[in-house]
C-alpha cells in the first residue's frame, strides 16, 4: 500500500545564515502590508498582501494567536459561516530585528455565497477490523472529482503540529519527490475518483491513534479543497515490561547477550546492524523490526541468546529488544550498542577443507582456518579460471569481484570476508555439471588502509556430469493453478530428478510465438530484457531446477489476456553451450 512510500521518504530542511553590519540597519523602517481578501467560500477565507521591500517574514494574529510566514497569503478553513472575522498582519526583518505596524482587515463569510466553486466533499469513514487493518471509505457527491487520501500515525501528524493543511501537504510534496518531480506520473498513479474502499494493515505502525487526511488534487498536483481529517482510535495491547540488556562475550565471530525482563509477558529479541538501525526513522525502525520478527526472536522471561551466523570482527552491532504481541509493538525499544574486536594478526594461517559433492550442480564445503579469530576469504573457482588468472595472484579475485560491485577492497572484503569455521552450499548458480573446480582460501588483515594477504590454499573437486547421454530423454507432470493476486501457482514434476530443466507460463500469444520450435528464443528474450549480469548459460543456469518444484511462480496474469500454458524442458549447459530439449507443456490452456 502507499502509506509505506510516505513514511520512508525523508525531508532535509537547510537553514541560512545571514551576517550583516548592525549599523546600516538599525535606521530600517517597513511599511505595514496591504491586505486584500483574494477568496472566500462560507466556512473558509484567502488574505493576501504585496511584498514589503525589507521584510523577510509575517506574523500574523488570527482569533488572539499569532503565527509567521514567508508567503504572501494565509487562508484559514473549517469557520463558521455567517460570521465576521478579523484578520491583524505585520511585516518582520528578521535580519534588522524590526516589525511594523500591524495591518487590519475584517472578512464576513456569508452561507450559500463566496468566491469558490461549490464545496467539494470526500466523505470519509473510517473503522477498525480485526488484525489491525484499518479500513477507509469514501463517498463523494462527485464521482468525477480527483482526490486522494492516506493514513498517517498520530507520532507522525504531531510532527506537523497537528495541522491537517500541513501535513497533507507534505503528503503531496514527498509523493513529488518520489516521482522527481514529475507531476503527471504522480497525478496518473495517486489521483482517485469515485467511492473508495480500501484496507491497511497498520499492524507495522501500529498506535493508539491514527488520521486520515483527504483533499481534492488536480492534475498539477495543486491541493484544490480543504483537507479532511477523520481520528481513529486503534485499540492496542501494552505492556509495562522493561529489559536488562547485558552483553556476555563478545568474540571476533561471536556475541552472547542476557536479556532480563522485568515480567513475564513477551518480547522480541533481535541483533542487528548498528549502520542499518541508525539509519531509520523511529516508524521506520518499528515497521521494519516487527518485519523480523520470528519464533525464533519470541521471548518470554529471561533469556541467554548466542550469535555465530554472519558475526564479523571491527563491526557494530545493536541488540533491540521491544514487547511483542499479535505482531505489534507492546512497549518502547530498548537498545544496546556493541562492536566487536579486530581480528587476531596471524601470519601463518593454515586451513582445513571439505567438500561433499551432491550432483551435478550441487556441492557442499566447509573452510576451517587453523586460527579460529583471524580474517580470511574463500571462494570456488573453475579450474580453468584459476589457471588462467589467479593460480598465482589469487587476490586479484578478491580486486575484481569488488570493482564488479563497485566497492574498495576494504568495503567487499567487510562483506564478504569470513572469521571461523565456515560452511556453505554452491547450486547451479556457481556450478556446471562436468567441470572440474577449485575451492581456495587466504588469511589477510589491515596495515592501516592497506590489505595485507596471506598465502592462499586450494583443493580441487569435480562435478559429474548428468547420466543422460545425449539428453532429452525428461518427461513432465505439469499443473497450473491461479491464486486471487493474479498469480499462478506451479507444479513441475519431471521424471528423473538429476537432470536440469526450465519452466514458463505463457500467455496465448507467446505460445503462439514460440512454442515449440523457438523455446530457445523465447527464454533468450527472458535473458535479455532481465539485466542479468553473464553469458545466456550462466543465466540458464540460475533459473534451471532440478526435482520437483511447486512454488508461487514469478508470472503475472495479463489484463490483456485470458489464456495461459505452462511449460518446461529439460536443458543442457555443457561448455556454455545452451540446448533446450522437447518442450513439455499442459494439456489445455488455463483461462483466468
Not at 465 to 471: D, K, P, S, V
Request: proline share 4%; net charge negative.
Amino acid at each position: 500500500m502507499k502509506l509505506r512510500s510516505y513514511f520512508f521518504a525523508g525531508a532535509i530542511v537547510a537553514t541560512a545564515f545571514v551576517s550583516c553590519n548592525r549599523d546600516e540597519l538599525k535606521d530600517t523602517v517597513l511599511d505595514a502590508p496591504v491586505l486584500e481578501v483574494s477568496e472566500t467560500s462560507p466556512t473558509s477565507f484567502t488574505v493576501a498582501w504585496k511584498e514589503v521591500s525589507g521584510a523577510d517574514m509575517y506574523t500574523y494574529e488570527f482569533k488572539e494567536e499569532q503565527a509567521s510566514t514567508e508567503s504572501l497569503s494565509v487562508t484559514f478553513n473549517g469557520l463558521e459561516t455567517d460570521t465576521t472575522y478579523t484578520l491583524r498582519v505585520r511585516a518582520v526583518s528578521t535580519v534588522a530585528s524590526v516589525v511594523s505596524d500591524w495591518s487590519e482587515i475584517s472578512v464576513d463569510l456569508v452561507s450559500g455565497g463566496g468566491s469558490e466553486d461549490p464545496v467539494f466533499s470526500v466523505n470519509l469513514s473510517t473503522q477498525m477490523k480485526p488484525g489491525y487493518i484499518l479500513n477507509v471509505k469514501t463517498s463523494p457527491a462527485d464521482k468525477e472529482y480527483p482526490y486522494y487520501f492516506e493514513p498517517v500515525p498520530g507520532s507522525v501528524y504531531e510532527t506537523f503540529g497537528n495541522d491537517p493543511e500541513a501535513m497533507f501537504a507534505d503528503i503531496i510534496s514527498t509523493y513529488l519527490l518520489y516521482y522527481q518531480g514529475d507531476k503527471a506520473n504522480a497525478f496518473e498513479n495517486l489521483h482517485m475518483t469515485g467511492d473508495k474502499d480500501v484496507d491497511y494493515n497498520i499492524s507495522g505502525y501500529a498506535e493508539p491513534e491514527f488520521h486520515v487526511f483527504a483533499a481534492g488534487i488536480d492534475d498539477e498536483m495543486n491541493i484544490t479543497t480543504e483537507v479532511e481529517h477523520v481520528q481513529v482510535a486503534v485499540d492496542l495491547p501494552v505492556s509495562e515490561n522493561t529489559f536488562l540488556i547485558t552483553v556476555d562475550i563478545c568474540t571476533q565471530s561471536f556475541i552472547q547477550v542476557t536479556v532480563a525482563p522485568s515480567n513475564g509477558d513477551q518480547y522480541a529479541l533481535i541483533l542487528q546492524d548498528k549502520e542499518t538501525v541508525d539509519a531509520m526513522s523511529e516508524a521506520q525502525l518499528r515497521n521494519f523490526l516487527l518485519s523480523l520478527v520470528n519464533d525464533n526472536s519470541l521471548c518470554t522471561n529471561e533469556v541467554t541468546m548466542k550469535y555465530e551466523n554472519g558475526i564479523v570482527p571491527s563491526h557494530d552491532y545493536s541488540v533491540l529488544v521491544f514487547g511483542c504481541e499479535d505482531g505489534v509493538m507492546t512497549t518502547e525499544i530498548s537498545r544496546k550498542d556493541l562492536r566487536t574486536p579486530d581480528p587476531e594478526v596471524v601470519e601463518d594461517l593454515t586451513f582445513e577443507f571439505s567438500v561433499e559433492v551432491l550432483g551435478p550442480q550441487e556441492a557442499e564445503v566447509e573452510v576451517v582456518p587453523s586460527d579460529q579469530q583471524a580474517s580470511y576469504f574463500y571462494d570456488v573457482v573453475s579450474l580453468s579460471d584459476w589457471d588462467a588468472h589467479y593460480r598465482n595472484e589469487p587476490s586479484l579475485y578478491v580486486e575484481e569481484m569488488a570493482s564488479s560491485q563497485g566497492r574498495s577492497v576494504a568495503e567487499y572484503l567487510d562483506n564478504f570476508g569470513s572469521i571461523g569455521t565456515e560452511t556453505a552450499s554452491y547450486d547451479s548458480f556457481y556450478l556446471s555439471s562436468g567441470t572440474d573446480y577449485i575451492l581456495f582460501a587466504m588469511g589477510y588483515y589491515f596495515e592501516g588502509d592497506e590489505v595485507v594477504w596471506l598465502d592462499a590454499q586450494s583443493t580441487g573437486f569435480s562435478t559429474p556430469a548428468y547420466g543422460g547421454g545425449a539428453g532429452g530423454n525428461l518427461t513432465f507432470q505439469l499443473q497450473i493453478m491461479a491464486v486471487e493476486i493474479g498469480r499462478f501457482y506451479v507444479d513441475v514434476i519431471p521424471s528423473d530428478d538429476t537432470f536440469p530443466y526450465v519452466y514458463a507460463v505463457l500467455t496465448d500469444a507467446e505460445y503462439d510465438e514460440y512454442y515449440p520450435d523457438d523455446v530457445y528464443g523465447y527464454f533468450y528474450g527472458q535473458y535479455e530484457s532481465s539485466g542479468f549480469e553473464g553469458t545466456f548459460a550462466d543465466y540458464v543456469g540460475s533459473i534451471s531446477r532440478t526435482g520437483e518444484t511447486y512454488e508461487l511462480s514469478d508470472y503475472h496474469a495479463s489484463d490483456s489476456c485470458r489464456y495461459y500454458k505452462l511449460i518446461a524442458a529439460e536443458v543442457s549447459m555443457e561448455g556454455g553451450n545452451v540446448v533446450f530439449y522437447e518442450p513439455a507443456e499442459t494439456d489445455e490452456f488455463f483461462e483466468y
